[in-house]
């Protein structure tokens, strides 16, 4: 028996459901709709196991999932090392979102990542504090400043809402995944021209710890190994 | 007392005849000050831990803030200290590397010439390591900001290239940049006012944009000059005539390579064999992020491990945490378990 790692709601679990139903396996909750026991049918010796997003790759890293589905922003957020310990199988073509840095669309004078970086030296220097950016994905962000050389800054821990923090005065800037953008413009906030740190979408992933084989599933699913 | 232990007591007690006094400091830091140092970066290296009443702390990735907060209250001078114990640091992908290591340092706070107490530092651990067949390697980072200094441009491109020094790919983009024609930029959009920095701030640097856009480009000529700066390497002595002869088109850096001389002669003074030791005008700039002056490391001929032996000048890091008082520091760290190791290949 292998276990197949689906989040346990919204629209993610649906399209999810949708994406291997069209390759001839089907995938439920079974009871009640509040109930996160699932079912498989279409393939053999697969348990649908149903949890949030956020704990699939922690799951797959540990080798308790022998496959699962969440974003690539997730598994290189919270993975240190993910490419020792998961393989992407499939590109799911949903749950689109781009990681990306926002500062407050009132804010003229910075349009890229150069202007972010002399404005936290100013702003340091004013207020006596660093500039804060309001973010949930630590890792990510502080790996691409670091990257594009941008000093003086700070990350706080956002968890959500994260787009109001500029408003509620508790960070100068966010880092946060958007699909369209308008909630980026809806609170005041602009994208930096180059303040693209990922690109995300729901993938399929195999873990490179897990002993369960995945032969059956993975031909019925019809992806390369 | 197993052969760390050992080794760890032997370096002390060569520290302590040198004149270092033994201190203690603890484990866990405060984090405020740390990051408040050393920046966001600290974060992906130190252990951080939540005290529901004291906020933020930090398990001690290195001793120099508390050796330095230990001075700054105590305040007599000259001081020369030695320290010992366990450094955290958390290696992100990498599990090769330890997360907790020995450290055993030595330290100095004296008003003295600068080139004799680099001297003094750099031969004491020059002659404690002589046994192990390291390999040294220094750097100035003061030359690098003499020359900035000395560029035919704008103080703010100059204070925006001395504030990048220890991140060279964003300093070599910087200097490109500053190099060319302003290109026009189009300015965003606006909107409504909101979170702490104020509109008089962003007016006051569109005015500093629009006489950015009017600025000279930095001299070709000065470019190329800091450019052979940064490519300077060879032995002490070798890299030394390089400067002086560099020097000639880039004069800004006359009084740094006197201070190089006078090091030199200071550090034969100390007994120390010059012709054996490397120079590198980039050298530290990537790890070394809060050394100012004179740098210098120690390496084992081995893949894969860190300098055996590492330090150099902190006066900026130094005034910083003295709170307007000017202490000049200078010091440095052995990482004892790799001296351990080297001791034990021998016996083999």
């Known amino acids: ?28 909750k079974s009871g009640s709709d509040r109930e996160y026991v699932g079912r498989v ?54 749950g689109f979102a781009d990681l990306i840095i926002a500062v407050p669309a009132c804010w003229r004078d910075v349009t890229c990542l150069h202007d972010l970086d002399a404005v936290a030296a100013r702003f340091r220097a004013q207020q006596g504090f660093r500039l804060r950016i309001a973010t949930k994905y630590h890792r990510l962000v502080r790996q691409f400043m670091t990257a594009q050389g941008v000093a003086d800054y700070q990350l706080v821990d956002s968890q959500g809402a994260t787009e109001g923090a500029v408003k509620n005065e508790t960070a100068e800037a966010i880092a946060d995944i958007t699909s369209t953008g308008a909630t980026i413009e809806a609170n005041h906030l602009q994208i930096l021209e180059d303040g693209l740190v990922l690109k995300s979408q729901a993938t399929l992933w195999h873990s490179k710890l897990a002993q369960g084989d995945c032969s059956a599933l993975i031909e019925k699913i019809g992806i390369a190994p | 007392m197993s052969r760390l232990r050992t080794e760890i007591t032997r370096l002390s007690a060569v520290f302590q005849s040198a004149g270092a006094i033994r201190i203690e400091t603890d484990i866990l830091q405060p984090a405020n000050v740390l990051l408040d140092l050393y920046g966001e970066d600290i974060r992906a290296r130190a252990y951080v831990t939540v005290d529901p009443l004291r906020g933020e702390q930090m398990l001690r990735p290195d001793f120099t803030v508390p050796v330095v907060q230990w001075h700054m209250a105590e305040s007599a001078e000259p001081a020369r200290y030695t320290y010992d114990g366990p450094v955290f640091r958390y290696q992100d992908g990498d599990t090769k590397r330890t997360a907790q290591s020995e450290q055993v340092g030595y330290e100095v706070f004296d008003r003295g010439p600068a080139d004799v107490i680099e001297a003094e530092v750099f031969a004491l651990f020059h002659k404690t390591l002589a046994p192990y067949g390291l390999t040294a390697s220094t750097g100035d980072v003061g030359l690098l900001v003499v020359a900035i200094d000395g560029l035919t441009t704008s103080d703010a491109r100059k204070a925006a290239l001395r504030r990048h020094i220890w991140r060279p790919s964003k300093f070599k983009a910087l200097l490109r940049r500053f190099s060319q024609p302003v290109l026009a930029k189009t300015l965003g959009a606006g909107g409504q006012q909101i979170g702490l920095r104020e509109s008089f701030d962003v007016d006051e640097r569109l005015v500093q944009l629009a006489d950015e856009a009017a600025a000279q480009p ?120 790799f001296t351990v190791r080297l001791l034990e290949g021998d016996m083999q």
Do not use: C
Not at chain 2, 228 to 256: C, F, M
């Open chain 1, 41 to 94: 049918d279409g393939v053999a010796g697969v348990e649908l196991v149903l949890l949030t997003a956020g704990e699939i790759p922690r799951e797959l890293a540990a080798g308790r999932l022998d496959m699962g589905v969440t974003g690539t922003d997730l598994v290189h957020e919270k993975l240190a090392n993910w490419t020792d310990v998961v393989a992407p199988m499939a590109e799911m073509g949903f």
């Open chain 1, 1 to 28: 028996m292998i276990k197949l790692g689906v989040p346990s709601k919204g629209r993610l679990m649906k399209e999810t459901f949708a994406w291997f139903s069209a390759r001839g396996v089907r995938l439920s």
């Open chain 2, 218 to 337: 930095i001299p070709q000529m000065e470019i190329d000059a800091l450019n052979d700066l940064l490519e300077i390497k060879g032995s002490l002595l070798d890299a030394l005539t390089q400067l002086q002869s560099l020097a000639l088109r880039l004069p800004v850096i006359t009084s740094a390579v006197d201070h190089m001389l006078a090091r030199l002669t200071a550090l034969r003074v100390a007994g120390v064999d010059v012709s054996q030791i490397g120079f590198e005008a980039a050298y530290g700039l990537t790890a070394m992020e809060y050394y100012d002056g004179f740098v210098f490391g120690f390496y084992a001929n081995q893949a894969g491990w860190p300098a055996v032996a590492s330090g150099g000048r902190y006066d900026a890091l130094a005034r910083i945490l003295g709170q307007g008082r000017d202490v000049p520091a200078v010091g440095g760290i052995i990482r004892p378990e």
